[in-house]
């Protein structure tokens, strides 16, 4: 369905639309910033929060307070100790044409009201495509590394830190600040990527993506010695605190980071107008694929930092910088076959096989082809895509990898398509168990959806198997221990079918010594065959001794009381995110009393008349969940798992007596002192209604640093508007 123009919707359809961009924006920032597994283009997310920040802009009373246009990126991921960045890491503004670059050099003009005679200085560098880090220097030593996390806060990296050459232990020379956090981009070069490959497939071990994902999990790896042996690499371009600017200027300061044992882009360099910076963009665009390493596009800042300061900032962004992205890099390539992959729920994902082709560095073999629609040429809402020219086995098509992650098909050259081609015929029953393979139809629109997804579910492995690694994920009930791998060498040695199974794994270690170890002889027989050696004083299965299974078992008793909306979103329901999962716990308090309120709605003719009115609780998840209830084999396996755990039920002390209790309370700005959830939870407990936006009905507005449209609101409507620490006195916890 195409996208309501903003000047076009209505305050109520503004309300719904900010929060499902909301709600979209957050999961993507989450698989870019914390799993390094982005879903989407540059290009694509950019729109989205463009969309959002245009419906802001024409309804400010509607900002909500987890708006994307308020936060940088995504929540720290667990198992490192969390860093509070003293000076937030900002994400920047894109620009995508020579246009946008002269708009960003007129607004500085305009803003310090200078004509082109007093010319403004920027720096022009390279945007590696890396992983953002922040090492803290005092009296030239290195004492702590972080990621960038969400911007506010980050990961203590610094033990994977310590083992990039490119960082030194100690600064060199002299005139360092007594303490300063030099801010650049960890990433792998493209023969280091290609080597580690190489290795890894020699050993039977996993695939790697891309250098920068790659990266990513290199520098959060557990050992540090598995990242020394990544051979990572940094660059330094910018800093966060410090005791004293490094010198007047961005250039100037980043020359002393060189000075200091630093390596920086020798491709940095001023200049004082639009064309000069576009010009060395484009020079820089031809040196690309002989540089070695990612890069994505061209980053400007003003030079002197007296007018960084003066400019200032705006929601998550420095007004004074933009990195100019590069368009997508593309090669062409022939389509080898086609295959169906099926995902946790029931989707068949259409993958093309490609002959293995240079992209940007990276060697791209697959690409998705999204769903069956996509292969005929036709988007989600019919209309034609690629000039409407089907996707067919044997086709040459043109790719690129979109926001230099992700790879997709951009054409097909039907010029040199095979005259015994034909038309992809999309399977109708599952590859994986046969059950019949269905497009549902929206009962609101009366159209099809443009996926098929398998109607086998529990009885279908491949769904199975995707909804066990999804019920012990980070965001479910995050077993450390139990990762894809596991899972899936024990489903295939039949010792778990359902997620109830997981929990009586210690009762048959026998088993699951032997599961392990005939994986492990497995892999040792591959790398065996790789590399033409012959292994001696080979141990047989029985004698193998796992001592990490008593620490699996300890993880998986660990999560045997997990809390409800954990448990809800580990059940991987249909549409039932965490969010809604959260939502679904605080309506229900208890798993029982949801059970209870799912079956009765399943079997209502009118589920209306059943399920509570709960706002954030759409047709869509009721009917998800009258799916999951109806289903009598999810019965069964809901009941054998509540033999093996018990769900905390989820609790709000009300305290009616408190100063804030029956008042609408709206937190907006940045809180130093706690995090906004916990903000939120603590004036839950006191009885208060939190809402993301600022009405007539608000009571109280607790403004931080960074408050916009919502602070002016409340004042303009005369509402009562504190800061932290005074919301604090006020609910006693000064």
């Known amino acids: 369905m195409s996208e309501k123009p903003v000047d076009a919707l209505t305050e109520s359809e503004a309300e719904a639309e900010l929060k499902r961009l909301a709600e979209e924006i957050a999961e993507h920032d989450r698989r870019y910033h914390t799993e390094d597994a982005p879903v989407i283009t540059d290009a694509e997310y950019d729109a989205l929060a463009r969309r959002n920040l245009a419906i802001e802009e024409r309804f400010p009373a509607l900002v909500r307070e987890d708006s994307p246009s308020l936060r940088v990126g995504a929540a720290p ?45 920027f720096t022009a560098e390279p945007k590696i495509d890396g992983l953002s880090a922040s090492l803290r220097y005092e009296k030239g030593v290195f004492v702590q590394g972080a990621t960038r996390g969400n911007g506010a806060v980050g990961e203590d990296i610094t033990a994977n830190l310590r083992t990039i050459a490119d960082i030194p232990a100690k600064l060199k020379g002299s005139g360092w600040p007594e303490a300063i956090e030099i801010r650049g981009e960890v990433y792998m070069t493209y023969a280091e990527f290609e ?77 004082k107008s639009a064309e000069e910076l576009i010009a060395h963009y484009h020079r820089i665009e031809e040196q690309r694929s002989a540089l070695g390493y990612d890069i994505d596009g061209v980053v400007y800042k003003v030079d002197q930092l007296e007018l960084q300061r003066r400019w200032g900032f705006v929601t998550g962004e420095p007004r004074w910088a933009v990195a100019h992205k590069f368009p997508a890099e593309q090669a062409m390539t022939t389509v080898q076959k086609i295959d169906i992959q099926v995902g946790r729920t029931g989707t068949l994902a259409p993958v093309a096989r490609l002959a293995p082709v240079t992209v940007g560095g990276v060697v791209v073999e697959n690409v998705t082809l999204h769903n069956e629609d996509y292969i005929k040429g036709l988007d989600s809402t019919g209309q034609p895509i690629r000039d409407g020219i089907d996707v067919r086995i044997g086709d040459t098509v043109v790719i690129q990898r979109a926001g230099d992650v992700i790879p997709q098909i951009v054409s097909v050259v039907i010029d040199k398509r095979p005259a015994d081609a034909v038309p992809y015929e999309f399977p109708h029953t599952c590859p994986i168990c046969g059950s019949p393979a269905t497009r549902e139809i929206n009962e609101k629109t009366g159209k099809e959806d443009s996926r098929r997804r398998c109607t086998g579910e529990l009885i279908c492995p491949a769904q199975a198997v995707e909804g066990l690694r999804h019920f012990v994920s980070r965001g479910a009930l995050d077993i450390e221990g139990l990762g894809a791998e596991n899972i899936d060498t024990f489903f295939n040695a039949g010792l778990i079918k359902t997620a109830a199974d997981i929990f009586t794994l210690r009762d048959r270690r026998p088993a699951v010594t032997r599961a392990l170890a005939e994986r492990r002889e497995e892999q040792a027989r591959q790398r065996e065959a790789a590399s033409g050696k012959t292994r001696k004083n080979v141990r047989s299965v029985e004698d193998r001794n796992y001592e990490g299974l008593d620490k699996l078992f300890a993880a998986i008793d660990s999560r045997r009381e997990p809390e409800l909306d954990r448990f809800i979103f580990a059940l991987g329901i249909r549409h039932i ?19 209870r309120v799912g079956k009765e709605t399943a079997a209502a003719e009118d589920p209306h008349t059943v399920f509570p009115s709960v706002n954030g609780i759409g047709d869509t998840v009721i009917d998800a969940l009258r799916d999951f209830f109806g289903n009598e084999r999810n019965d069964d396996v809901l009941d054998a798992l509540l033999r093996q755990v018990k769900p905390k039920p989820y609790i709000v002390n009300v305290s009616a007596d408190s100063e804030v209790a029956g008042k609408t309370v709206v937190f907006t700005g940045s809180l130093e002192k706690m995090t906004r959830s916990e903000a939120k939870a603590m004036a839950e407990r006191l009885g208060a209604k939190v809402a993301g936006s600022v009405s007539a009905k608000t009571d109280l507005v607790v403004a931080g640093p960074g408050a916009g449209s919502k602070l002016k609101l409340a004042s303009e409507l005369g509402i009562e508007v504190i800061d932290e620490d005074a919301w604090l006195v006020r609910i006693g916890k000064a």
Do not use: C
């Open 77 to 121: 991921a667990e198992g490192f100790t969390k860093v509070r960045h003293a000076v937030p890491m900002l994400s920047l503004a894109k620009a995508y044409t020579d246009d946008d670059v002269t708009d960003f050099i007129e607004r500085g003009r305009r803003f310090f009201d200078r004509d082109k005679e007093l010319d403004i200085a």
């Open 195 to 271: 080597a580690l490959k190489q290795r890894s497939a020699a050993a039977g071990g996993q695939d790697y993506v891309n250098p920068r994902n790659t990266a990513a999990g290199s520098l959060r790896q557990k050992d540090p010695s598995v990242t020394a042996s990544r051979n990572l690499k940094f660059f330094a371009y910018a800093w966060g605190y410090t005791t004293a600017d490094p010198a007047p200027t961005q250039y100037d300061s980043v020359q002393k980071f060189a000075e200091w044992g630093f390596k920086i882009s020798p491709l940095m360099v001023r200049a």
């Open 577 to 595: 995110g965490e969010t809604t999962a959260a939502v679904l716990a605080r309506t229900f308090s208890t798993i029982e009393e949801m059970i």
